[in-house]
């Protein structure tokens, strides 16, 4: 299985940027899907998931109300639809997918997820 990730790029603070993540390979219809983000000299940290059955969706609380994580099951995608970035967005996203259902209490734990994705970097200027 491969995660491509893209979309990344410069914005100005309030502005939106689309992220998407293909999967290729043999990939579970049963799964988890969902974006993180690590900053210079940060840990990586959870920014939202979604399990593919039932579209049941959890987000980091900073990105709640801004972020929308969807999904395309005939492009077997993932997007992170980023409104109103701030400069704290700032950092590298990367996708994750995880065969087999999280519970969403665990959507956050990046050990828990089998694939990732390389990164595509965020900048948000103020």
């Known amino acids: 299985v491969q995660l491509q990730a893209c979309g990344g790029g410069l914005v100005q603070a309030g502005g939106s940027l689309r992220l998407s993540c293909a999967a290729s390979?043999?990939?579970?219809?049963?799964?988890?899907m969902g974006w993180f983000r690590q900053a210079p000299g940060k840990e990586r940290e959870f920014v939202a998931a979604?399990?593919?059955?039932?579209?049941?969706?959890r987000y980091a609380n900073s990105v709640k109300g801004r972020f929308t994580i969807s999904r395309d099951n005939a492009k077997n995608t993932v997007y992170l639809q980023m409104n109103n970035l701030k400069p704290e967005d700032t950092a590298g996203y990367y996708c994750?997918?995880?065969?087999?259902?999280?519970?969403?209490?665990?959507?956050?734990?990046?050990?828990?997820?089998?694939?990732w994705g390389q990164g595509t970097e965020v900048t948000v200027s103020s």
């Open positions: 979604m399990r593919w059955g039932d579209s049941n969706t």
């Open positions: 994750a997918a995880r065969e087999g259902n999280l519970i969403t209490g665990s959507f956050g734990l990046p050990n828990l997820y089998n694939y």
């Open positions: 390979g043999r990939i579970s219809t049963q799964r988890t």
